[in-house]
């Protein structure tokens, strides 16, 4: 079973930006298409952004345009970079692959909060 840790949460200021890291713990993005998903207190996880084995990337409407997803397969390490951010970004942020999703399996995840 692959291993994914996330970090690079923090407290930062609206407009501020942040980059999140997801850490595997061997070479996986090649075979698994990666995502991230959030939960803000009292709601549901959302999915943000994703990146197809072929590096295709999707993003939520609400993020469109200020996160960027992406990977450096020789660090085995996904990345999120959260630009301009607004306080109803502040969530705990998730990686996931699409079969970990798929099963129901979540790591620990890394808050981020945002202050106006």
């Known amino acids: 079973q692959v291993q994914l840790v996330e970090s690079g949460g923090g407290l930062v200021q609206a407009g501020g930006s942040l980059r999140l890291s997801c850490a595997a713990s061997?070479?996986?993005?090649?075979?698994?298409?990666m995502v991230w998903y959030r939960q803000a207190p009292g709601k549901q996880r959302e999915l943000v952004a994703g990146v197809t084995t072929t590096g295709r990337t999707n993003y939520a409407d609400s993020v469109k345009g200020r996160f960027t997803i992406s990977r450096d397969s020789a660090k085995n390490t996904m990345y999120l970079q959260m630009n301009s951010l607004k306080p109803e970004d502040t969530a705990v942020y998730f990686c996931?692959?699409?079969?970990?999703?798929?099963?129901?399996?979540w790591g620990q995840g890394t808050q981020v909060t945002v202050s106006s």
């Open positions: 061997r070479s996986i993005f090649s075979l698994n298409a």
């Open positions: 996931n692959t699409a079969l970990g999703v798929g099963r129901g399996s």
